[in-house]
T-cell receptor
Framework: AQSVTQPDIHITVSEGASLELRCNYSYGATPYLFWYVQSPGQGLQLLLK??????LVQGIKGFEAEFKRSQSSFNLRKPSVHWSDAAEYFC???????????FGQGTRLTINP | GAGVSQTPSNKVTEKGKYVELRCDPISGHTALYWYRQSLGQGPEFLIY????????DSGLPNDRFFAVRPEGSVSTLKIQRTERGDSAVYLCASSLNSGGFNEQYFGPGTRLTVT
């Protein structure tokens, strides 16, 4: 069975600083990988996804993520964060032959002005 | 277009009562999913419908939980004899069945509180 680990429960960065949120997955085959963002009272919004091909994927709101098979990682990055990026971020994995997503426990991002 | 909608947005009920949570998927989406998100956790899969039938209900925690989708559109998650541990945000998502892995679009959720 697949699993996802987000090692950082809470991260604080200053506005304008770079950001990297870590995600490690466990799955025997090539996974489908996703990053979602959840703002208070809002549903989950898809930032980006990796299915195959280029291991560096671009998403919305200036985010990108890199799939590294050797490290079983799919870290999310942004070169310069904005105050509006404060939210909860979830990494998720989907398995071939199944349609359910398995989520990590999330990383809460706080932005200092 | 309209996204996934869920009603009610909040539900408070007493332990032992029965509750129904409703999900309206995006028009034309044949697949529908229910997840449960407990405080401080990521969403956990409950059940997946393809059309009217449950294609995967492996995440339902016990037989107090049941979900239906009789006409292949709106779905209702039903919880009998609620317990305090059922308190969570219940999320619904829908997707096209486009082959491969389907991108899921989430609703805002229903916050269930069992007192």
């Amino acid at each position: 069975a697949q699993s996802v680990t987000q090692p950082d429960i809470h991260i604080t960065v200053s506005e304008g600083a770079s950001l990297e949120l870590r995600c490690n997955y466990s799955y025997g085959a090539t996974p489908y990988l996703f990053w979602y963002v959840q703002s208070p009272g809002q549903g989950l919004q898809l930032l980006l996804k990796y299915f195959s091909g280029d291991t560096l994927v671009q998403g919305i709101k200036g985010f990108e993520a890199e799939f590294k098979r050797s490290q079983s990682s799919f870290n999310l990055r942004k070169p310069s964060v904005h105050w509006s990026d404060a939210a909860e971020y979830f990494c998720a994995v989907g398995a071939q032959g199944a349609q359910k997503l398995v989520f990590g426990q999330g990383t809460r991002l706080t932005i200092n002005p | 277009g309209a996204g996934v909608s869920q009603t009610p947005s909040n539900k408070v009920t007493e332990k032992g009562k029965y509750v129904e949570l409703r999900c309206d998927p995006i028009s034309g989406h044949t697949a529908l999913y229910w997840y449960r998100q407990s405080l401080g956790q990521g969403p956990e899969f409950l059940i997946y419908f393809q059309g009217t039938g449950a294609a995967d209900d492996s995440g339902l925690p016990n037989d107090r939980f049941f979900a239906v989708r009789p006409e292949g559109s709106v779905s209702t998650l039903k919880i009998q004899r609620t317990e305090r541990g059922d308190s969570a945000v219940y999320l619904c998502a829908s997707s096209l069945n486009s082959g491969g892995f389907n991108e899921q679009y989430f609703g805002p959720g229903t916050r269930l509180t069992v007192t």
